[in-house]
């Protein structure tokens, strides 16, 4: 089959990898149909982060092909969405709801299982990992939001579950990324009334008011602080959503976080130093991480197939595995908020 | 009046004050009956952090002596616990249950406030603040944990509830100090079926296992989350309350949390990083800071005077006004978890 590789930082082409087989009982096969660029993604192609090298990219929608002799919840034909982990459903982090920290589980795209840029990858645990859509043809932009429940929609809606936003809050997002964007979403979805998007580019300030921000600052840092404070009677905002993971960020999202609320944090971390002093004497909480998106697709997914939410307009770039090279550079580049690869068909 | 003055590191004197007067009409003035000294304390006796020259002092219990025109829920007469910050009651944090934020408060011993080492403080809003006793005739173990709710009991109570604990968890607490003792007492009432005390001095494991705890661990750092995941099957457990502040302290609490569970942290930080990569990569969130004790005053006020709980057993030592150096000595020595005041009669 043909896959994206990733051959060290700036070094993504396509090539031939060995077509995916049935190793384990509780395996699947899945074609892939819509795979795409994450921002994490970006980080080992610009090499600030390490990758091993080969095959990449953790999430993907697809048609099951084959089931291994176990799978009972997943047939083939089905159209599945895949977390960007695969778990087992059974440890004890999947029983109290925690799937992506799996205890024998795993990412796609890493461990030796083939990631979503390409046109196959064998799921372990299919029935504890994948989500079956139900129903059928769906359009291409629906296709684009089933495929935003694989990551960054599920982590969006993390950073706002964990910052624990509810009905008439005020919120602010820290980032105007996919994840950012999508945590605009979910915020709004949670009931919050006013919703403070923190970005300085047009278009993304474009799709954040799409998504429900009643409000743009272009500020960062230290001015975006004082302005969010200004806008909020010097008090801070009801939920700070955390959906970038730097330094800077994290100390802004602490900065206009109104005593007793929750940082909701969801971006990778990186040179992150959480402001201690203000977490305590302000009592202000940081919660987040690796969103539990196998949890949270189940939520989410009836809210796409009811047109309430439309993450895939997150998506602002598509191409094909051959123009993934592409892919990568209009995100590095910050032409693109997130790349869609069309792989194959329904 | 008599009253302890702090006259720099390691400087602590009996000298006179003025005899404190109603200022403003929300005010009352308390007659201090007992007083303490508290970990905070030891920090500006060492010189490790600030503090204004003069009154020190911040948990007082007392009978008030005299009330402004305009108090009207506490009486002349009346037996009163003081949180160790005093508060508006109004404000946008007071209203949301974070008294100990409050935009127009402070603590005592500062801000020109007298504190509650001496023989009498004037409490500003005195009916936000002040919360009254009912019932007479108490003997002293009675006013001994009375007097921990003006702090160290909230504060452990604090780490508890930021925690989540809740029935049947395994909870460790991080310091043996009087705030990780109360934080036994706090999840043990809470429900925690297990519950583990880093402690390697023999008088506070046995003050530990007397409020509750179940297990002991001596070793520190490190060591101790080594032993306590080879408690817990690798796992971790389900609440680990942070009570000391300090870098190493933080760095075990994370390092022995469950994914997805909370570090309920009210350690007054000196140099402390959170473990972001932890946090983030497994989901253990952080949450805690200067209790509201304001708040839980009014939950724990009838568990100490129905007996269900014994927070005055921390003060493991005696003295009165003249010999408050010495009950300095003793904790900065470890020779004391908390010294008692006796400053005035009921």
């Known amino acids: 089959m043909r896959a994206t590789l ?70 083939r034909g089905d159209l599945v969405i895949a977390p960007f982990t695969f778990c087992d459903g059974i440890c004890v982090h999947c029983r109290g709801g925690w799937f992506s920290n799996c205890l024998n589980g795993g990412g796609f795209g890493n461990h030796g299982i083939d990631g979503g840029q390409g046109e196959a990858v064998r799921v372990p645990f299919a029935d504890a990992t994948l989500v079956t859509v139900p129903g059928a043809g769906f359009d291409e932009p629906t296709l684009a939001s089933l495929l935003a429940l694989s990551d960054v929609m599920c982590a969006g809606h993390h950073a706002a579950i964990s910052a624990g936003v509810t009905v008439g809050d005020t919120v602010a997002v820290v980032g105007d990324g996919a994840i950012g964007l999508c945590a605009v979403i979910a ?60 330094g800077q960020s994290m100390s802004t999202a ?40 196998r949890r949270y697709i189940s939520e989410l997914l009836p809210e796409v197939l009811d047109g309430n939410i439309d993450p895939g307009s997150v998506f602002d770039y598509a191409t094909d595995l051959n123009g993934v090279r592409d892919a990568y550079r209009v995100m590095d580049e910050r032409r693109a908020v997130k790349s869609l690869l069309r792989i194959g068909s329904v």
């Open 6 to 75: 990733y051959g060290g930082p700036g070094d993504i082409t396509v090539g031939d990898r060995p077509d995916p087989v049935i190793q384990e009982a509780t395996d699947a096969v899945v074609r892939v149909v819509l795979g795409c660029v994450c921002g994490s993604d970006l980080w080992y192609y610009r090499g600030q982060s390490p990758h091993a090298l080969g095959s990449i990219g953790h999430e993907f929608i697809g048609v099951v092909d084959e089931v291994g002799a176990d799978v009972s919840a997943i047939n």
């Open 187 to 246: 915020a709004k979805r949670l009931g919050a009334e006013r919703i403070i998007a923190l970005s300085r580019n047009a278009s993304r300030q474009a799709l954040a008011q799409k998504f429900g921000a009643t409000d743009i600052v272009p500020e960062r840092g230290a001015d975006a602080v004082e302005r969010l404070l200004e806008m909020t009677d010097g008090i801070g905002v009801d939920a700070a959503l955390e959906c970038v993971g730097t």
């Open 254 to 293: 602490f900065g206009i976080a109104r005593v007793g609320s929750v940082v909701g944090a969801v971006g990778v971390p990186h040179d992150v130093v959480v402001p201690i002093e203000t977490a305590i004497f302000r009592n202000i909480g940081l919660r987040g991480g690796v969103a539990p998106a």
